[in-house]
């Protein structure tokens, strides 16, 4: 039986990679859409935030499994990691919601940004989707 821990390890790690995965995807197709230079850098400063925060994410992780191995029972150590993370999680919303309204402005002025709009809104939303169940656990 997995222990509130184990849990919440495993989605806030599942969300780190998810941060991950999507600012690589995301940097990968980048050069292939067209995209004005102001937005291109929104966007991949988005992706080094998002990598940042995974970073972040794993390195909290990383001392929350060591209190808990060296001091399973030191109850404020434990929390203060795990309101860490909290915190951390917090962190993707508002350079992620200030990216997506910029795209969905710009798709809307311009067609032709339509694709790299979308690209974001998916991306930002798999990013999003994983954050509820590390928060909740």
Known sequence: MKTDFQTFAEDTHRCAMALLHNAAY??????AIDLPDPLRSEVI???EVWVGIKHDLLGTLGDLAETLRKTPTEAEAIDRHCGTIQSILGEIFEPTDATVRAMMNASRQNPDYSLASLLIVESAGNVLGSIPAALSS
């Open 45 to 47: 400063r988005l992706c």
């Open 26 to 31: 995301i940097l990968k197709e980048l050069p």
